[in-house]
């Protein structure tokens, strides 16, 4: 990284894609990764992960992660495995939903792996996961959890503070010190208005920004979510329908199931079967419950919740569900269909078009969600190719990314305006589209970086 003692960044992730957040930042010889995630979508993204990391694991002194999802902490891992030993600094929530995400990410890997063995289509003989179950385990040791809002030196003369994100459980925004320089990273911003989680902390002055830009074309519909969802529950009961929801096993089963319960308890919707049909969004919830001070519900709405599904842990009742028919409402993961068991429901239900194939949530290039929610009408699944003739919803309102007007109404939020702000974190369209923004509303300066650029963070002179 150059002149190691002038502060450097280097984009090594999160560029022209929405996945893969990795920051690296040179400080005196110090070296500190922010987030860790997996490349997802397109398989030249997911090829990114094959590839030896851009500096060796052992260089880099500390990882610091903005919240648990795979896409800022699925190659911890490799990482780890491959030479790093320093520690893991995360918050509390998000070192506990990793123990969850990580070891099932590892078992994901490891099916897939087998799965490209029998079939072959496998560059490695014996076809390879990325990591294992166990590296995944093996991981979790480095992690050290940390309070919100506590500054600690990560590094020598490196300090880090973790900032509420809203978003998820334990998701953070940080800010780091590195001699007289500050950066600040966003992570994935929360929603104002989102019905579970209280809203992000306001930006505070520093002088680098590097903002997420999921969102950074779009904006939220304006109606209720509830009624988005109770809309199509009703018009699939009515025709005797399966109501299948893809949701992300961590915040978005949560959320979901606060609606259904708020509905049914309004009598809006019908009183048919719900299942939670995901062990892990079954454990994050219990994690919720243990984090109040985070999220906006109360003890008897999570009663409630939990009274409304059928939680459905074993593969063989999972299994059944596939028998049961409808009308009943399955809630499984992954929520951009790129495994997990919502593929074995789409398989039996996905043909018949009483049913409807809901998508609760961003749909990233390059998974099977996107080219559903792009008029798709066949999904390879398991080496078949599945006819959809069921109804496909995507729920706009169940985001939980701040929309480029919140990102924007976030940022006005700041003392001053950041000497430069780097817009990463997006698809190509939505990171241009928010960095237009920036500059023609805010007047900040604003760009979008480049796949592996290094850039300084000294003031120019």
Known sequence: MHDKHSPKLRFLGATDTVTGSRYLLGFQGSRILVDCGLFQGYKRLRERNR???????????????????????????????????????ATHGTSQLCKLLLPDSGHLQ?????????????????????????????????????D???????????????????HILGAAQILLQLGGHTVHFTGDLGRADDPFMYPPRDLEETDVLVTESTYGNRAHPLGSSENELEEVVNRVTKRGGVILIAAFAVGRAETLMLQLARLRRKGSIPD??????SPMAIDASYMYQQHPEEHRL??????????????????????LLNLRGGPMIIISASGMLTGGRILHHIQAYGSDPKNALVLSGYQAAGTRGAALAGGARELRIYGQDVPIRAEVVQLEGFSAHADADAIIRWMRS???APRMTYVTHGEPDASDALRLRIKRELGWNARVPEYLETISLQAPD
């Open 51 to 89: 590839r030896p990391f851009p500096v060796a694991p052992s260089s880099i002194d500390a990882v610091l992660l903005t919240h648990a999802h795979l896409d800022h902490t699925g190659y911890v891992p490799a990482l780890v495995r491959d030479g790093f030993r320093g520690p893991v600094y």
């Open 110 to 146: 490891e099916e897939e792996a087998r799965y490209a063995g029998h079939t072959g289509s496998s560059v490695h003989v014996p076809a390879l996961p990325l990591y294992t179950a166990a590296d995944a385990v093996k991981s979790l040791n480095s992690f050290r959890p940390v």
């Open 148 to 166: 919100f809002n506590a500054t600690i030196e990560v590094a020598p003369a490196i300090d880090a503070t973790f900032v509420p994100a809203g």
């Open 272 to 277: 048919i079967p719900v299942y939670l049909n």
């Open 298 to 319: 109360r003890p008897e709405e999570f009663k409630g919740m939990y009274a409304l599904a059928t939680m459905t842990r074993s593969a063989d009742d999972s299994k």
């Open 414 to 416: 700041a003392p001053r």
